[in-house]
């Protein structure tokens, strides 16, 4: 596993009493009905808690930074796998700006340093 | 380790151009100048990418959800050593609402799921 891809399938998106499904729950099924990136796992989750920022992301993985996204909607599915596929390349998670997709460079709600020893 | 306490140095807190330290750094100072709760270690980190949101903290350990919150100051000390000794003593992360101090019920930024195979 070199990545786990959580999406939040509560997520309301932008409208504050949204039809159902939710905006999280089609975002979910945007992403679970394409390809997913080798060694990407994906997971629905129950909120993220940036419940004002939905729909949102989180990426992460062991040894890696974590990531939190949100502004998202399932139009962003393609978006979202070319960054994740990015990410589980990389082995800190950090990927260099220029290769980010403009939705995870302008949509970070915040990033988490890896588990393990302080970095110096 | 029972929890990491991470603080952007480098947050600027809800001004634009502060003057040196930044608030990120001064919340940093107060905190390594306080008792820290059995288990917490402290650590600086230079950007949570959070920057709308600072100054910003979060929490992680081994096995737990991790945290990001916002909107802090070195005012907030106290009641941020209070909410991380009541994480580092929770074995999921997940800390009963009523206990959570109130900065960190109304400031979460976003939560990640430990790593590990999924939770039914």
Redesign the interface.
């Known amino acids: 596993m070199r990545a786990?891809l959580?999406v939040c399938t509560t997520c309301r998106g932008p409208v504050p009493d949204p039809v159902e499904p939710r905006p999280g729950a089609m975002l979910h099924a945007a992403l679970a009905g394409a390809a997913l990136p080798e060694g990407v796992?994906l997971?629905p989750?129950e909120?993220?808690?940036?419940c004002s920022q939905g729909c949102?992301i989180?990426l992460?993985?062991?040894g890696k930074w974590?990531?939190?996204y949100?502004r998202l909607s399932a139009a962003d599915a393609a978006d979202i796998l070319t960054g994740t596929a990015a990410y589980a390349a990389a082995a800190d998670g950090l990927v260099p700006w220029r290769e980010r997709p403009t939705i995870f460079r302008r949509q970070?709600?915040?990033?988490?340093?890896p588990?393990g020893p302080?970095q110096e």
Chains 1, 2 share one sequence.
């Open positions: 786990i959580h796992e997971r989750v909120c993220l808690s940036a949102s989180a992460s993985a062991p974590s990531y939190v949100g970070s709600l915040a990033r988490i340093p588990l302080q």
